[in-house]
């Protein structure tokens, strides 16, 4: 990576960024350092007309997927929005490109399953958890925590036993811009989460003893988000829902249902349970109620489609 590339990553790394964050600002940074040693440029020398022809090669040659595009499109905005602060260009390339030109808003899944948002039916749900792959105890809790307090999956794998209030089934999460919020859980999760702590599930690990992790594993201390995952990807698979919509610029397959779904599914039974948009924002630790809006509208589409297949009506 080029030099000055790399001394904003480190920048970044310093600063409170979740994992997945900084992967994909190092993902974004490497891609764009790549692109100047084909071109045998200088980062300091590009204009607009530059940062374009960039963003058609992640496009074109690399064959990146919308949501990639405009994820690694932010670091490069942010470490020139950073050079022109401190004085080393005059303005910034990337001020006037359109992202959106090159990578809509829409994506691949979105495309694939003509839906905005995808998201389990309860009885699905309850096929994914009776079928998830071994151990079954460890992935039916994982699947079961994250819906039922609503967690992105990298929020489930950083809490720590020292972030659980059982008594009130409560957990404190560090989340998106290492903003401190609070998530519940159903008495339902109880026992299997009675049973992963004090049954002596968790205790097996090797690495039970020094993690201070809810959630450890055989490999280390703390758990992959991955995992969460691979169990639902592959417990929707043995229950027979699952589909795979493309294969990515990697060449891997592309699944319907993976763990971001047990959020969605999360919010969209909140919504149908009768909650208001309001607090299921503030669960979801949403920046704005505008992000969790998305969810009514999806309901008011849903309730459209059936009037105008069930609704009642005479001949006159």
């Known amino acids: 990576m080029r030099e000055s590339l790399q001394e904003y990553l480190d920048l970044l ?19 764009f350092s790549d692109w100047l040693e084909e071109e045998e440029a200088d980062p300091e020398e590009l204009g607009t007309r530059d940062i374009q022809r960039y963003l058609s090669w992640l496009k074109s040659e690399r064959g990146y997927a919308p949501k990639t595009v405009r994820g690694y499109f932010s670091p490069v905005s942010g470490y020139y929005s950073d050079l022109e602060a401190t004085g080393d260009i005059e303005s910034d ?3 006037d490109v359109v992202v959106a030109e090159y990578a809509s808003e829409e994506t691949l899944k979105e495309r694939k399953t003509k839906e905005r948002r ?6 699905e749900l309850r096929q994914v958890v009776e079928n998830v792959p071994a151990p079954k105890l460890r992935n039916r809790l ?7 307090t609503g967690l992105r999956r990298q929020e489930v794998v950083d809490v720590k036993l020292d972030d659980l209030d059982r008594e009130n089934r409560r957990v404190q999460v560090r ?3 290492n903003k401190l919020h609070s998530a519940h859980w159903q008495p339902k999760l109880d ?3 009675s049973t992963w702590i004090d049954g ?8 039970a003893a020094e993690s201070p992790y809810l959630f450890v594993s055989d490999a280390g201390p703390k758990m992959s988000a991955d995992t969460i995952n691979k169990a639902v990807v592959k417990g929707a698979e043995n229950a027979g829902i699952q589909e795979v919509l493309y294969e990515d610029a990697t060449g891997r397959n592309r699944y319907k249902y993976t763990s971001h779904v047990l959020r969605h599914s999360f919010a969209m039974h909140w919504l149908e349970n009768g909650g208001s948009i309001e607090a299921l924002s503030k669960h979801m630790a949403h920046s704005s109620v505008t992000t969790t809006e998305i969810y009514g509208e999806i309901l008011d589409e849903r309730a459209k489609e059936e009037y105008e297949e069930y609704a009642p009506q005479i001949d006159i």
């Open 118 to 123: 995808v998201w389990l039916e309860r009885d």
């Open 13 to 31: 790394e310093g600063q409170n960024k979740s994992e997945g964050t900084l992967q994909q600002y190092s993902g974004g940074l490497n891609a």
């Open 200 to 207: 002596g599930y968790r205790d097996a690990s090797p690495y």
């Open 175 to 177: 989340g998106k811009g």
């Open 93 to 95: 390339p990337t001020e």
């Open 191 to 193: 026992g299997l989460l």
């Open 142 to 148: 994982l699947v079961l925590f994250q819906y039922y």
